[in-house]
């Protein structure tokens, strides 16, 4: 008795919204800070997705990974992850990057 399905994979999609400081800082010129100043950016990661998403990495294109890995996240979960950083005179405006994963049966 044969069984027969077509897997459908889902659309997988990831959202991250960065603070700077608890203010969404997207356009200038944002919190004022200064080179010695401790600066908290907050990034709040959504799976908009409709599968489960595994190991998700956000990295800042400045500061490198941020610390902190989401192991798995349900569509629609939201994850907040921070980072401390000391301010340089050579910061300005980091965007972020994403690598996310996710199972197909």
């Excluded at 080179?35 to 190991?55: E, P, R």
Aim: charged share 35%; net charge negative.
């Amino acid at each position: 008795d044969p069984s027969h399905y077509i897997g459908v994979p889902g659309d997988p999609a990831i959202d991250i919204e960065k603070l700077t400081e608890g203010e969404d800082a997207d356009r200038p010129s944002g919190p004022e800070l200064f080179a010695g100043d401790d600066v908290t950016w907050t990034y709040i990661v959504t799976n908009s997705g409709d599968v489960d998403l595994f190991d998700i990495d956000v990295a800042d294109d400045k500061e490198g990974f941020i610390k902190a890995e989401i192991e798995s996240t349900k569509g629609d979960e939201v994850n907040v992850l921070t980072e401390k950083h000391e301010v340089s005179n050579r910061d300005q405006g980091p965007q972020f990057l994403s690598s996310d994963f996710y199972e197909r049966d």
